[in-house]
């Protein structure tokens, strides 16, 4: 018997009554808001510091999410032959000794920006170990497949609630401490999370033991996703989505920096005003969903998403004005996201056994956030080629014609989740 069959009669009606549910929640919720201030002070550190070029900021975005790119799908592999929560309180522990050691090197006056993208890069690592986990292990947690669109909108709502309160705390901390001692309060918040992850009493179960292969592993998890076509879509558009994301993120970062002359607490005020349309789509999520065709929905979220930069190159007069446009238009793609975030991490824990949940996660977090890093390259050599305001403008118009390839997508014809898989402790061939 698995443990998700063996929880099904003590499964508590909602999630406010799993302890170590709340527990996780708790400590993940600290560790993005902690995030929040590395995500804005990394790349300001650069340019504050050492007074990094267009190019030299992409990279670092670059160089912290290219670990998904090479590390994500071998990581699957080992987060399914291991327990998870171990593998995640390991990757924890690694974070915040290395964004420790970043304000320690800069007091010490040693630090470099070669030295910066190296530990970028290495804290970029840890994450793709940490997210690898996490999402593979929040169904031992949960146990009943119909609470996942209860879990998903729970960890969205912690998301999109950082996205608001961390920005403008990021912004606050480096303008009193500067960038690089701003750190230390993403290394404290991972501190509370390996102390939260500590508490949880759940028993994770052992993996079978079996003779293995790590390549044959690797191709199950990959075939797992390209050959169902309702993840195969929700990992494609998700790719699109992500580039489309962080480039208009990380321009807009050099644009309002460099062009418009916008202070670290303005760039924060911004990004927190922004946020709450991602709060907004993650607290409606689970009504919306209850009452209209889950495609439609999607359909609706992503579309959203994809056409909200379109407003930010034609931000113009006042600096209110200015403001205020680029406040809605980053409102409308995270309010599209807070919702089709829901939707995509759901469908994916339904349709998924946990013999394969890791391997998933794993081809999920290569695409998305190599569209990430990619993004992240191309909006420093954008940038720098075109300048901020036209960078912009091609970063809108691309992300615009991804909407058309939402209409072939079978998820926008689905009107509810999918019956989950057949729980097995076994790798499940493709």
């Known amino acids: 018997m698995t443990a998700r069959t063996a929880g099904a009669t003590t499964a508590p ?4 009554a799993n302890r170590d549910f709340r527990r996780f929640w708790c400590g993940e919720t600290l560790s993005l808001l902690g995030n929040q201030v590395t995500t804005l002070a990394l790349p300001l550190t650069a340019l504050q510091v050492f007074g990094a070029s267009d190019e030299e900021v992409g990279l670092l975005r670059f160089l912290q999410l290219l670990p998904y790119l090479g590390l994500a799908l071998i990581f699957g592999v080992w987060v399914d032959r291991a327990r998870r929560r171990r593998v995640m309180l390991g990757a924890n522990l690694t974070r915040l000794v290395l964004l420790a050691a970043i304000p320690v090197l800069h007091w010490l006056d040693l630090l470099t920006l070669p030295t910066l993208l190296l530990m970028a890069t290495a804290v970029g690592v840890a994450s793709v170990l940490f997210d690898v986990s ?3 292990y929040v169904p031992v947690l949960v ?13 969205g709502m912690s998301s999109s609630a950082t996205d608001v309160a ?8 480096i303008g009193w401490l500067t960038a690089p001692v701003a750190l230390v309060v993403d290394a404290c918040s991972y501190a509370v999370s390996v102390v939260t992850l500590l508490l949880i009493r759940t028993p994770e179960p052992v993996p079978a033991k079996q003779r293995r292969h790590a390549g044959r592993e690797l191709r199950e998890g990959v075939r797992w996703v390209f050959g169902r076509p309702l993840l195969r879509a929700l990992a494609l558009i998700g790719f699109c989505c992500n580039f489309s994301m962080v480039t208009v993120w990380t ?25 709450v349309g991602g709060l907004v789509g993650a607290v409606v999520a689970q009504r919306v969903i209850a009452r209209f065709p889950l495609g439609r929905v999607y359909l609706v979220a992503q579309s959203t998403l994809l ?10 007069g006042p600096r209110p004005l200015l403001i ?20 995509i991490v759901s469908l994916r824990q339904t349709t998924t056994p946990q013999a394969l949940m890791g391997r998933m996660t794993a081809v999920f977090r290569t695409l998305l956030f190599g569209g990430g890093a990619l993004g992240g390259l191309a909006a420093g050599l954008l940038s720098a080629a075109l300048g901020g305001r036209g960078a912009l403008t091609v970063a809108a118009i691309a992300s615009a014609l991804v909407v058309p390839a939402l209409l072939l997508s079978p998820v926008v014809r689905l009107r509810t989740f999918p019956d989950p898989p057949p729980a097995v402790d076994q790798p499940v061939p493709a």
């Open 13 to 16: 009606p909602t999630l406010w």
């Open 166 to 173: 961390g920005p403008g705390l990021a912004g606050l901390l």
């Open 307 to 316: 056409l909200g930069p379109a407003l930010i190159p034609l931000a113009a």
């Open 134 to 136: 996490w999402m593979a």
């Open 324 to 343: 205020a446009t680029i406040i809605v238009s980053f409102s409308l793609t995270y309010l599209g996201l807070g919702v089709a975030g829901v939707i």
């Open 251 to 275: 321009m807009f970062l050099l644009y309002g920096s460099q062009d418009l002359r916008l202070s670290a607490r303005t760039l924060g005020f911004v990004f927190a005003c922004a946020s």
């Open 143 to 155: 146990r009943e497949p119909k609470q996942y669109v209860e879990a998903s909108a729970k960890l």
